[in-house]
Structure formats: structure tokens, C-alpha cells
């Protein structure tokens, strides 16, 4: 057990204690621990006992399982009190830090190599989001924070129901048609020009700079040119995605064209290889992983420059027009619904670039753990 877990395990037993001895809320007049309190104080209660029997080294698994019992007492006590107590607090904190030293201990034995079941590695991401979640709801619930500063999780769950075929239309606009027609476009663009750069030394000098500079134009001001110059529907929008992406792209490709060595190109020179032969069989393989990380860079960019640009001028649809109509009329459980539904969308993006990835660039070492041949 490191010195930092045990930290963790003590800092989980004394709030554990102060969770049972400080009060939990007031309901009214009256100030809570009472009768319905009492699963909120046989947890803190648990904690103890297990920290006591394994002498704070919990496994994972017993972690695991208390940070998840954890979590729910805590949502499970919020119609219970009208106002969080100081105890309150000290449970939330009780679960929160059981929730780490589960992750903590999972990734040591990850890293050890000590699992080698399929899949175990996602746990811990799950593991870390389902705390926040439970410690946002906590948070905004117990501490009666108000609903146009910070939504609760719950609150904003609740908009998406009510809300879903609204939801479903902006992303078909936002990230169906301008996303992801904006985004094959500026990648493929950079990486031809990219080719083409590395083809000649002249375009190297010429049009590498003109993309730097193409790189810092400000987003707030190309997007409203985009829409004098294209329409206020999507093909706007994704002309921005296209000038948001297309940088990385080239910059990147043209790095991972050059990571080859002087030998591998004289070997390929030496079998008579044209310059067609060598890109294809030696110098695109080689800088497929700096391809990747462009695209992967730019599945999070282009949706956030397809919103931004929706700003500036779209159809009555799209989660950028839905933004910022519910900023104006103060409904900010809309704002975070459509913040959440572009976070999801632009997570499961990224995700799907990267098992591309590891499908493509199997043989790279990054990709096999670090083997070596």
C-alpha cells in the first residue's frame, strides 16, 4: 500500500467519523440525525469497521463497493433535509474519497498488471465520472444552490426527456451536416496539402507559413464571413469546421512524413521504389500515428467550432442557435442539456477515432503496451 493510499484511507476514516457526529441537515425546525437518518450513519459506520479489519488497506474491490454504496446514501438523502448539515458534507466527502482510493488502488494493479480481464481499464474513467456526477447532485441539491448559476444533474437529465426530439434535431444540424461534412473536408484537404509539401521544398517555404497564419485567425471573426459567404445554413458552419481543422492536419502530417530515417528511404530507393511506392508502403504507415492525433485533436475541435459559428447566424435548429436563445431567456436547464448532448457527442467521436486507430496502427508500439520486436 503507498503512502498516498494510506493518506487517502485515514483522510476516508476521519471524515467518516465526523459524518457521524455532526448533523446531517434541519428539516424544518427540527435538525437532523433522526430516525430516517440512519442509513446516511450506518455508512460513515461501515467505513470504519472495514478500515479497522484490513487495517486501511481496502481492496479494490471492498472499495469499489463502498464507494458505490456510498454514492447512493448520498442522493438517497437529499429529500430527507431541507438544508445540508456540516455531517452532510462529511459523508459526501466519505464517499468521494472511498471512490478514489478505488481508483487509485485499480490503476496501481492495472499498471502492475495484475488484471487481465477485458475491459477493466474503462472502470476507472466510469468510476471517476459517476463521483462527480454524485457529487454535483449533492452539491447543488444540499447546498440549495439555484438553478440559474448551476443546474443539478438531475435537472438537466430531466430537460433532455422533456426535450429529446428538439435535442435530436439540433445534433442532426449541428454535428450530421456541418460537423462531419466540415471535418472530412479540412482533414483530407491538410493531409493533400500536406503530400504536397513534402513533395517540394518551394510549397514547404510557401505554404506552410500561410497556414500558420490561416491557424491564428480569430474564430469570432471568420465565422460571420462564413455566413456572408455561404448562407445562414449548415454549409457555413461547415466551412469554419473546415479552417478549425485543417491546421492540426497539416502540421502533424507533415511531421509524421518526415519521422522516417535516411536508410529506410535509401532501402526503399534501392528497390527501385517510386515516390508513389514509398509513400504508400513506408512513409504514410510511418506517420499514421501523427495522422491520428490530428484527428483525434480535431474531433473535438470541429464541434466546438460548429457551435461557436451557429452564433453568428443559423436556421431556428442547432445546438448553438438552442444555446444561445435559452441564454436569453435565462432557461439554463436547456443550456446544460445541450452542453451535456455535444460533451457525449463529442466523447463517443473521439472514442470512435481512437479504436480506428488502434485497428490501423495495431503494429505501433504505442499501441501494443511498449513491446518490442
Not at 147 to 173: C, E, K, T, Y
Not at 352 to 368: C, D, M, Q, Y
Request: proline letters at 6%.
Amino acid at each position: 500500500m503507498s503512502r498516498f493510499e494510506r493518506v487517502l484511507a485515514v483522510l476516508a476514516g476521519l471524515s467518516a467519523v465526523l459524518a457521524i457526529v455532526l448533523p446531517l441537515g434541519t428539516k424544518g425546525d427540527t435538525t437532523l440525525p433522526t430516525g430516517a437518518s440512519l442509513p446516511a450513519l450506518a455508512y460513515p459506520a461501515i467505513v470504519l469497521v472495514l478500515l479497522a479489519v484490513f487495517r486501511l488497506k481496502l481492496p479494490p474491490a471492498i472499495s469499489g463497493a463502498l464507494a458505490g454504496l456510498g454514492g447512493a446514501v448520498v442522493l438517497l438523502q437529499l429529500d430527507q433535509f431541507d438544508l445540508a448539515g456540516t455531517g452532510y458534507w462529511c459523508l459526501v466527502v466519505t464517499g468521494w474519497l472511498a471512490a478514489w482510493l478505488f481508483v487509485e488502488r485499480l490503476s496501481a494493479e492495472l499498471a502492475r498488471g495484475e488484471f487481465r480481464v477485458p475491459g477493466i481499464g474503462v472502470v476507472v474513467p466510469i468510476m471517476f465520472g459517476l463521483a462527480v456526477l454524485v457529487a454535483w447532485e449533492a452539491g447543488t441539491r444540499g447546498g440549495n444552490v439555484p438553478s440559474v448559476l448551476l443546474p443539478s444533474p438531475s435537472a438537466i437529465w430531466g430537460r433532455i426527456v422533456s426535450n429529446f426530439p428538439m435535442l435530436v434535431a439540433d445534433f442532426q444540424q449541428t454535428f450530421i451536416k456541418a460537423v462531419l461534412s466540415g471535418y472530412f473536408i479540412g482533414n483530407a484537404v491538410g493531409l493533400l496539402v500536406a503530400i504536397a509539401i513534402d513533395r517540394s521544398p518551394f510549397l514547404k517555404r510557401g505554404l506552410l507559413p500561410i497556414g500558420s497564419f490561416v491557424s491564428a485567425l480569430p474564430l469570432v471573426g471568420i465565422a460571420p464571413i462564413m455566413v456572408m459567404w455561404f448562407g445562414f445554413d449548415w454549409p457555413s458552419k461547415a466551412a469554419v469546421v473546415v479552417i478549425m481543422t485543417f491546421f492540426p492536419m497539416l502540421v502533424n502530417a507533415v511531421a509524421g512524413l518526415n519521422v522516417t530515417v535516411a536508410m529506410e528511404r535509401d532501402l526503399m530507393r534501392s528497390y527501385a521504389s517510386s515516390y508513389g511506392q514509398t509513400l504508400i508502403k513506408l512513409r504514410l504507415p510511418a506517420a499514421a500515428p501523427y495522422i491520428f492525433n490530428a484527428l483525434k485533436i480535431n474531433s473535438t475541435l470541429a464541434l466546438i467550432g460548429a457551435i461557436v459559428a451557429e452564433f453568428f447566424g443559423t436556421p431556428v435548429v442547432g445546438m448553438g442557435f438552442r444555446i444561445s436563445t435559452a441564454v436569453g431567456r435565462m432557461d439554463i436547464d436547456l443550456v446544460w442539456a445541450e452542453i451535456a448532448v455535444s460533451a457525449l457527442v463529442g466523447s463517443v467521436f473521439y472514442g470512435v477515432v481512437a479504436l480506428i486507430e488502434r485497428g490501423v496502427t495495431f503494429w505501433h508500439p504505442s499501441i501494443r503496451g511498449g513491446e518490442t520486436v
